[in-house]
C-alpha cells in the first residue's frame, strides 16, 4: 500500500460517476464532504473503490486510497412529472478496513458516507479515538431488479447509532417518517436531520431547535447535504456545541447551491463570514 501521511479527517465511501445530460462528472458523499473539510483547514484522506477513471485531480490533492476495481459506481438522475427518479448503473466493490492506510486510522474523525451499502458498519469496531460521524443515506437505499434506486431499511441502525458521537440524515432518506426519526432521537447521541431549503433540526441530550436556512438562489442542491455534514463535523470537533455547529454548517450549505457541482464546495471567504457571523450570533 501507498505510505499516507498522517490525517484529521478520513472518510470512507465510494466516489461516483454521476451522469448528467452534458456528460459525466465526479460525485458522491466522499467527494464533496472532503473537499468541504479540506477547504476548512483539515488534512483529509477518502477511502474508496473503484477504477483510474475517477477524475481524483478534481479532489485538489486530497489522497485518495483505491480499492482497485474494473467497476466505479455509477448513478444516473432522472427528472419525471413525479419527481427525480434514479437509477444504479454500476457498483464498485464493498470498502473493508484493510484498504485505510495504517496512518490513517487514529484521525480526529471518522466519517463513514456510504452511498449504496458500500460500507460495513463493523468497521467501526476498529476505531478506538476520534469522532464518529455517520451519514447514512447509503444504508437506507437500495435497488430494485431494473436497478432503481429505492428505500429499504437499515438492519444495523441500533448498533451504528450507539456507536456514533454524530448522525446526519435527511428527511429525505426516511422517507419523511417522523416514527424512524424519532426511533433514531433515542438512539443517537445527536442527532441531525436536514430538510433541504428550509434548515435543519438537531436533537441533542433531550433537547431539539430548529436552523431555519437563509434564502439563496438556487442552481443545483447537489452534495449540499455532504457539505452541511462535513461542515459540521469540523465545527462540532472544534466547540463540541451541536446548536453552534448546525448553524454554520446550514449557512455554508445554504450558500452552496447557488453554484453547480463541486463548485458549491465553500471557499475561504465564505468560510470566514459564515463562522463570524455565527460567533456574532451565540
Not at 476548512?40 to 477518502?46: E, M, N, T
Request: charged share 20%.
Amino acid at each position: 500500500m501507498t505510505n499516507f501521511e498522517p490525517v484529521d479527517y478520513v472518510v470512507l465511501g465510494h466516489l461516483t460517476r454521476d451522469i448528467t445530460p452534458t456528460g459525466w462528472k465526479l460525485g458522491g458523499t466522499a467527494a464533496y464532504s472532503a473537499l468541504t473539510a479540506a477547504r476548512l483547514g483539515f488534512k483529509v484522506g477518502i477511502v474508496t473503490a473503484g477504477n483510474f477513471s475517477l477524475p481524483i485531480q478534481e479532489l485538489e490533492g486530497i489522497p485518495v486510497s483505491l480499492a482497485l476495481d474494473e467497476k466505479s459506481s455509477t448513478f444516473e438522475n432522472i427528472q419525471t412529472e413525479h419527481g427525480r427518479i434514479q437509477f444504479l448503473h454500476q457498483k464498485a466493490p464493498e470498502i473493508h478496513f484493510e484498504s485505510i492506510p495504517e496512518s490513517w486510522k487514529s484521525p480526529a474523525i471518522i466519517h463513514l458516507g456510504p452511498i449504496m451499502q458500500e460500507v460495513p458498519i463493523n468497521i467501526l469496531d476498529h476505531f478506538t479515538k476520534g469522532l464518529i460521524c455517520l451519514t447514512p443515506q447509503g444504508w437506507l437505499r437500495t435497488i430494485d431488479q431494473n436497478h432503481q434506486v429505492v428505500p429499504c431499511a437499515w438492519e444495523e441502525d441500533e448498533q451504528a447509532l450507539h456507536q456514533a458521537e454524530v448522525t446526519i440524515l435527511s428527511n429525505e432518506d426516511v422517507r419523511y417518517n417522523e416514527d424512524i426519526v424519532k426511533r433514531y432521537v433515542n438512539l443517537a447521541k445527536v442527532l441531525v436531520v436536514t430538510e433541504g431549503f428550509a434548515g435543519s433540526r438537531v436533537y441533542f441530550n433531550g433537547s431539539y431547535e430548529y436552523f431555519h436556512a437563509p434564502e439563496q438562489p438556487q442552481v443545483d442542491p447537489t452534495g449540499a447535504g455532504d457539505i452541511f455534514s462535513a461542515c459540521f463535523f469540523c465545527k462540532y470537533l472544534q466547540c463540541g456545541d451541536p446548536w453552534i455547529s448546525a448553524a454554520f454548517a446550514t449557512a455554508i450549505a445554504a450558500r452552496s447551491v447557488t453554484r453547480e457541482g463541486l463548485m458549491g464546495v465553500p471557499d475561504a471567504e465564505e468560510i470566514e463570514i459564515y463562522d463570524i457571523k455565527v460567533g456574532k450570533d451565540i
